[in-house]
């Protein structure tokens, strides 16, 4: 079955600074998706960036990247240049790519960014 | 773009009532979702549907029911509400596996207390 785990569930980083929120998974699937998802206080889930377990690059969009470590079974997202906005829960998922593309998502990670 | 809508954005419902959260999306994907968000939690997926007529359960699909008559809509039935369906409901659409890292496109979400 799958699993994404999130070990922080609570993250501080001051404007300007990069933060890095951990994710890992468990599959026994080859071709799978990984996702990270945003969540501001007045709730509604912003995709952020996303990874195929087939990709040789680590994918970037703008002041995020995902950090693929594929033997490691790790997906942890840096955002770099930390800004006010970021403050929110940050969900990791993954998709199997086989069969129905289910999302499962982790548990969260709260990040704070003060002045 | 509208995107996904969801309606009510709130509801507060008593014991053994009955609802239907609406959703619907513009965008003409295949696939559609929803999923509960419990406090302090990530998403979990109730039920899903790859097209028009084809729907199945998800990981916690106890006390709902779903149709999917068209393309666009996807609505959640609850039969006789519970305590435990307390929580934030949110609908999502994809297109198909096909498109590769295309995500899922979330509504704003529907906030429900049963009392």
């Known amino acids: 079955a799958q699993k994404i785990t999130q070990t922080q569930p609570g993250m501080f980083v001051q404007e300007k600074e990069a933060v890095t929120l951990d994710c890992t998974y468990d599959t026994s699937d080859p071709s799978y998706g990984l996702f990270w998802y945003k969540q501001p206080s007045s709730g509604e889930m912003i995709f952020l960036i996303y990874q195929g377990s087939y990709d040789q690059q680590n994918a970037t969009e703008g002041r995020y990247s995902l950090n693929f470590q594929k033997a490691r079974k790790s997906a942890n997202l840096v955002i770099s240049a930390s800004q006010l906005g970021d403050s929110a829960m940050y969900f990791c998922a993954m998709r199997e790519e086989i069969g129905f593309q289910k999302l499962v998502f982790g548990t969260g990670t709260r990040l704070l960014v003060s002045p | 773009n509208a995107g996904v809508t969801q309606t009510p954005k709130f509801r507060i419902l008593k014991i053994g009532q009955s609802m239907t959260l609406q959703c619907a999306q513009d965008?003409?994907?295949?696939?559609m979702y929803w999923y509960r968000q419990d406090p302090g939690m990530g998403l979990k997926l109730i039920y899903y549907?790859?097209?028009?007529?084809?729907?199945d359960k998800g990981e916690v699909p106890n006390g709902y029911n779903v149709s999917r008559s068209t393309t666009e809509d996807f609505p959640l039935r609850l039969e006789l509400a519970a305590p435990s369906q307390t929580s934030v409901y949110f609908c999502?659409?994809?297109?198909?596996?096909?498109?590769?890292?295309?995500?899922?496109?979330f509504g704003d979400g529907t906030r429900l207390s049963i009392l």
């Open positions: 999502a659409s994809s297109y198909s596996r096909d498109r590769g890292g295309q995500p899922q496109h």
């Open positions: 549907s790859v097209g028009a007529g084809i729907t």
């Open positions: 965008m003409n994907h295949n696939y």
